[in-house]
C-alpha cells in the first residue's frame, strides 16, 4: 500500500510512551472496510449483532378505553357514541358536515390522561384531536382528519409503545451520516434518532438506535433503498436510548501483510495486550484528517487568535479541494476579501469552509469574529477545543507514564466511587456529538451525577493499581488540584504552549467544554487473535464476516454472536507451503471513549499514522456509497 509523504505522527500530538516493550511485527490497518469491525456492547454486557429482520409482535402497551377506568371517567358512553357516529359518517359520506365535532372537558385530567385520550382517538381511521383552552375550560376536540395532513398516516397506532429501538448496520458512513440519511427518509428531524455512541466511518459497525413515533414497518422499508446501512432486531419500548447507554465496543480487526518471524511471537504481543493493557490516548482520528489538524485551531480559538483559527481553517487542500473553493480561500488569505470569496462558491456547495466564509462576509467589516465563528455548527465549535483538551491530555499521560511507570504514585488521582468512573467522560462525548444533546440537557433528560476525585496519599497506595489512575481533561468544571503530582508539568505544559490563561479568560466562558476524567491505562477484554497464511492474490474481504453476511448465509445467529475466541492458528511448514504472506485477525472489547488503533499500537512495532486524506483511495469501500450530507447542523468531519 503506498503511503502519502505528509502523515500525521503519534509524536505530533504527544503520543510518546507504551507498556509492552517487546513488539515484534508490523503490519497494514484498514485497506478496506472489510478489515475493521465494530460491535457496539451494550450496558449489559451483550455484544450486539444484526440478526433478524422480522418485525416485533403487535403487543398492546396502553390500555383501551374499556380496560382503563380513568379514561372511561373522561370519555364516558355518550361521548365514545358520538365520536363512533362521527367516524361512521365520515365512513360513508367522506365528510363531517352533518356532524359536530366531538368535544370531551378535561380540565381536571393530568397530562398523562390527556394523552392516554389523544392514543384512543388515534385508532379511528378518519379521526384526529388536539387539546384547547376555551373560556378557562381545557377541552379535547375531535374531529375529521384533514386531507392535507399527511402526517396524519404516519402516526403510530394508539397500542404500540411510542420507541422503536433497533440494531443499526452501516458502513462507510459515520453515525451523523447515517441518521441524517434516515431522518431525510423518514422526513423527520434528526433529533427524534437517538443512539448510545457514535461509530467510526472506515469500518462496518453495529449498533443501537431509537425512533420516537415511527412504526417498525417503515424502517423494514428503508432497507430496500439503502446500499450502505441496514435495520434489523426491531422492539417497541417505552423509553428511549441515551447517548451514554453502552458499556464499550467490540473491535475485530485485520492486519495484513503482516511482517514477523513467527507465530510465537504474535502470540506473545498480543498477550502482553490482554495482559497489562495499553495507554489509553486519544487516536489520531480526534485530530482531524485533512493537512490542518484540529487542535492548531482549537489552541488559536482558546487563544482568541481568531485570524489566525479562520486562516488554518481555510488553509488549501490541494488534493480535495475543487477549483472555486481553492479561488475563495486565495481571496481571503491573500486580500481579506470574505466577500468576494464567498461569492466564487455556488450556492449548492456546503461545507465547513464556506459557512465560515459566509459568516465572514457579514461580520469581518465590523470585526466581530465570534459572530463570524459562531455561523459554525456548535458541535464542529466543541470539536475544535476538544482536539485541544485531548493533545494536552496526551502529553500529560506521556509524562506520567515515562517519569513513574506501571505503580501508583503519590500526587496520582483516582475516582472515590469506581461505579460511576465515565460520567465526565460521556458528558465530554455528548457535547461533541450534536447541538440536539444541548437542547437534552437543558430539558432534564439526561441527568448526569459527577463523579467525585481524591489524590492519593502514602497510605492509599497499596489499594490502587495503574488500572484506577486517572488524568483530567482541563475545562471550565475540571482542575487539576494543586498536590497532584501532574500539577507542574501540567503548568509547564500550559505556559510553552502559551494558554495558561487560555481556559479562564476565554468568553464567552459557555463555549468552552466542561471537562472530563479519563483513565491513564486500559485493560481490553476479551483478547482474542487468529493467524492465517494467504497469497497477494487471495481475497481477504470474506474473513471476517459481516452480520450482513451471516444473514444473507441464513447462518444461525447463536454462532454470530458467541463470545468465545477462534482457535489460533499455528504457522506450519505445511500451511505456508503455497503461500506467501501472513494475516492476522485481532479482536478485543474495550470501554466506550477508547481508540483501537491505540490499543493495536502496543502489539505492532510501527506506529499507527493517519494519512491527511482520510477518506482516501486506500481505504476501498465494498458497496456503493451515496454519502448523506448532514442537515444544517453539519458533520463534525
Known amino acids: 500500500m503506498s503511503k502519502r509523504q505528509n502523515h500525521r505522527k503519534d509524536l505530533d500530538i504527544g503520543i510518546t510512551q507504551t507498556i509492552n516493550q517487546s513488539r515484534s511485527f508490523s503490519g497494514i490497518l484498514k485497506v478496506r472496510y472489510s478489515d475493521f469491525h465494530v460491535h457496539e456492547i451494550d450496558l449489559t454486557g ?19 378505553l374499556d380496560q382503563d377506568s380513568n379514561l372511561m371517567k373522561w370519555s364516558s358512553e355518550e361521548t365514545a357514541k358520538k365520536i363512533n357516529a362521527l367516524q361512521n359518517a365520515l365512513d360513508i359520506t367522506g365528510t363531517d358536515r352533518q356532524c359536530q365535532k366531538v368535544e370531551i372537558n378535561v380540565t381536571s385530567a393530568n397530562k398523562d390522561i390527556r394523552t392516554k385520550i389523544h392514543r384512543w382517538i388515534g385508532q379511528f381511521d378518519n379521526l384526529q384531536s388536539e387539546t384547547i383552552d376555551h373560556d378557562s375550560e381545557k377541552l379535547i376536540s375531535v374531529f375529521r382528519t384533514s386531507i392535507s395532513d399527511k402526517k396524519r398516516c404516519l402516526r403510530r397506532p394508539y397500542n404500540q409503545a411510542k420507541y422503536t429501538h433497533c440494531v443499526l448496520y452501516k458502513e462507510g458512513l459515520d453515525t451523523t451520516d447515517a441518521i441524517s440519511y434516515l431522518s431525510r427518509k423518514l422526513r423527520m428531524q434528526p433529533k427524534y434518532i437517538t443512539f448510545a455512541g457514535t461509530k467510526d466511518k472506515q469500518a462496518k459497525t453495529v449498533q443501537r438506535i431509537c425512533f420516537s413515533n415511527v412504526d417498525a414497518k417503515r424502517l423494514l422499508a428503508i432497507n430496500q433503498y439503502s446500499t450502505h446501512s441496514k435495520l434489523g432486531n426491531f422492539s417497541y419500548q417505552p423509553s428511549h436510548i441515551r447517548l451514554g447507554d453502552l458499556k464499550g465496543n467490540h473491535f475485530k480487526i485485520l492486519i495484513r501483510q503482516v511482517q514477523t518471524t513467527s507465530s510465537d511471537e504474535i502470540s506473545k504481543a498480543v498477550n502482553s495486550l490482554g495482559d497489562r493493557g495499553f495507554i489509553n490516548y486519544y487516536g ?13 485551531v482549537g489552541k488559536a480559538l482558546l487563544q482568541m487568535d481568531w485570524l489566525k483559527a479562520f486562516d488554518l481553517i481555510l488553509q488549501p487542500t490541494e488534493d480535495r479541494d475543487p477549483s472555486f473553493l481553492k479561488k475563495a480561500k486565495k481571496l481571503w488569505l491573500e486580500h481579506r476579501d470574505p466577500v468576494r470569496a464567498w461569492k466564487q462558491i455556488p450556492t449548492h456547495h456546503q461545507s465547513i469552509e464556506s459557512t465560515l466564509l459566509h459568516g465572514l462576509s457579514k461580520y469581518f467589516a465590523t470585526k466581530d469574529f465570534w459572530a463570524a465563528l459562531k455561523s459554525l455548527p456548535r458541535n ?58 444541548e437542547e437534552a440537557k437543558d430539558s432534564g433528560v439526561i441527568n448526569l451525577k459527577k463523579s467525585a476525585m481524591k489524590v492519593l496519599t502514602e497510605e492509599e497506595l497499596s489499594n490502587y493499581s495503574i488500572y484506577d489512575i486517572i488524568i483530567p481533561l482541563e475545562g471550565t468544571e475540571v482542575k487539576i488540584p494543586e498536590n497532584s503530582v501532574l500539577k507542574p508539568y501540567h503548568d ?29 491505562v486500559v485493560l481490553p477484554s476479551n483478547v482474542a487473535h487468529r493467524v492465517i497464511p494467504y497469497n497477494e492474490d487471495d481475497n481477504l474481504d470474506d474473513l471476517i464476516p459481516s452480520d450482513i453476511d451471516i ?15 477462534p482457535p489460533l492458528t499455528t504457522i506450519t511448514t505445511e500451511a505456508v507451503k503455497d503461500k506467501d504472506q501472513i494475516c492476522v485477525i485481532v479482536e478485543f472489547s474495550l470501554p466506550s471513549s477508547s481508540y483501537a488503533t491505540m490499543a493495536l499500537r502496543e502489539i505492532l512495532e510501527e506506529r499507527t499514522s493517519l494519512n491527511d486524506d482520510k477518506s482516501s483511495s486506500e481505504a476501498v469501500p465494498e458497496i456503493a456509497l451515496k454519502k448523506a450530507k448532514l442537515e444544517e447542523n453539519g458533520s463534525a468531519e
Request: hydrophobic fraction near 35%.
Open 551 to 565: 444473514l444473507q448465509k441464513n447462518l444461525s445467529s447463536s454462532s454470530s454472536s458467541t463470545n468465545t475466541p
Open 380 to 437: 464542529m465549535r466543541t470539536l475544535y477545543f476538544h482536539s485541544y483538551q485531548s493533545y494536552l491530555w496526551n502529553h500529560i499521560a506521556s509524562w506520567r507514564m515515562k517519569e513513574y511507570g506501571l505503580n501508583p504514585v503519590v500526587g496520582d488521582m483516582v475516582y472515590v466511587n469506581s461505579d460511576s468512573e465515565c460520567d465526565f467522560e460521556i458528558e465530554l462525548e455528548m457535547e461533541a456529538v450534536s447541538t440536539e444533546v
Open 46 to 64: 451483550r455484544i450486539l449483532h444484526l440478526t433478524s429482520s422480522d418485525l416485533p409482535p403487535e403487543e398492546t402497551t396502553v390500555e383501551t
Open 492 to 520: 509547564q505544559l500550559l505556559s510553552a504552549e502559551g494558554v495558561i490563561e487560555g481556559f479562564p479568560n476565554f468568553r464567552p466562558r459557555s463555549e468552552l467544554p466542561k471537562g472530563a476524567y479519563r483513565k491513564v
Open 284 to 296: 489520531l482520528q480526534r485530530f482531524g484528517t485533512f493537512k490542518i489538524p484540529t487542535h492548531l
